[in-house]
């Protein structure tokens, strides 16, 4: 029993000499556009929206929202497909509409980019497409002699 608690003081130990994960670079996401439209919401979510307002009226005095989540979630699994389908209708109906805006948005997006720009983005992807393709052949040669 000792020689397992000598094992995990060792672990803990590597782990404090190698930072821990503290010299892994951390990444910057790229800043969200406040301009693009939001995604839709799924069935499950429509019917939620409902669901909510007509349980906060059963149940005033709850103030849980994990309480009205259980609940929303055993009421949808409890609920027939021809029961589901007008959710999912509204559901389908607000998709087309997002997919609509998406393409407005994403050809404001691409009006205003300038071509000049992506050629010659393209031409730099190409340049060190061929700088990779000589160093390969020069390793192949050097392995058949």
Known sequence: ????????????????????????KQTKKAAKDPNKPKRPPTAFFVFMAEFRETY?????????VSVVGKAGGAKWKSLSDAEKAPF???????????????????????GGKNPSEEEESDKSKSEVNDEDGDDESGEEEEDDE
């Open 1 to 24: 029993m000792p020689k397992a608690k000598a094992d995990a003081k060792a672990t803990d130990n590597r782990l404090k000499r190698k930072g821990a994960g503290a010299g892994r």
């Open 88 to 110: 999912i209708a509204k559901a389908d109906k607000k998709k087309q509409e997002y997919e609509k805006t998406m393409q407005a948005y994403n050809k404001k997006l691409d």
């Open 56 to 64: 906060q009226k059963e149940h005033p005095n709850n103030k849980a």
